[in-house]
């Protein structure tokens, strides 16, 4: 069955870029779209943006200037990049798939990043 | 953006008890909805998707109704295994949305 795995610092400074990779194993990257999705420290869930496979992105415009997903096909990876980060934000960032219809179906166990000097 | 707003934040319930959480939307979302639990320290789990489909593998126990602008969740008969927290999303219009949560505690 298809799984999701995040990968990347656990620590970044503030202003400075923050970079995940979400690595999908059992089944191919090159259908359906693949998200990150944050949860600060008590609080609730943000949707950060979507990739599909041909490249095509869409981001929430709370973060659209900051945020770039990208996706490497041949090593069935996709990553996220946060620019100038700051404390704020600081959360556990999920990547996950999702299925259209059936929303966000499949979803990795989630890496926590902090934003500290 | 399309405000979710869930009710309540926090429900206490025993085992054996019907629950029900309500979902509601700032703007008619049609049934582009979706639940998800989420225990400590772990990933949310879908439960439920377009509003009413119970997705493969989730007790039927949970089941989901609405459409438009007000949507619920209801579990059954709560067993120890469902004490957790529950998200509505809503991802009828971007960008994609979700209620702030309701934590089912004993």
């Known amino acids: 069955q298809v799984q999701l795995q995040e990968s990347g610092p656990g620590l970044v400074k503030p202003s400075e870029t923050l970079s995940l990779t979400c690595t999908v194993s059992?089944?191919?990257?090159?259908?359906?779209?693949w998200s990150w999705i944050r949860q600060p420290p008590g609080k609730g869930l943000e949707w950060i943006g979507y990739i599909y496979y041909s490249g095509s992105t869409n981001y929430n415009p709370s973060l659209k200037s900051r945020v770039t997903i990208s996706i490497d096909t041949s090593k069935n990876q996709f990553s996220l990049e946060l620019s100038s980060v700051t404390a704020a934000d600081t959360a556990v960032f999920y990547c996950?798939?999702?299925?259209?219809?059936?929303?966000?179906?499949?979803w990795g166990q989630g890496t926590m990043v902090t934003v500290s000097s | 953006d399309i405000q979710m707003t869930q009710s309540p934040s926090t429900l206490s319930a025993s085992v054996g008890d019907r629950v029900t959480i309500t979902c509601r939307a700032s703007?008619?979302?049609?049934?582009?909805l979706a639940w998800y639990e989420q225990k400590p320290g772990k990933a949310p789990k879908l439960l439920i998707y377009k509003a009413s489909s119970l997705e493969s593998g989730v007790p039927s126990r949970f089941s989901g109704s609405g459409s438009g602008t007000e949507f619920t969740l209801t579990i059954s008969s709560l067993q120890p295994d469902d004490f957790a927290t529950y998200y509505c999303?809503?991802?009828?219009?971007?960008?994609?949305?979700f209620g702030q949560g309701t934590k089912v505690e004993i």
């Open positions: 703007q008619s979302i049609s049934s582009w």
């Open positions: 999303q809503q991802y009828n219009s971007y960008p994609w949305t």
């Open positions: 059992g089944g191919s990257i090159s259908t359906y779209y």
């Open positions: 996950a798939r999702y299925k259209g219809l059936n929303a966000f179906d499949i």
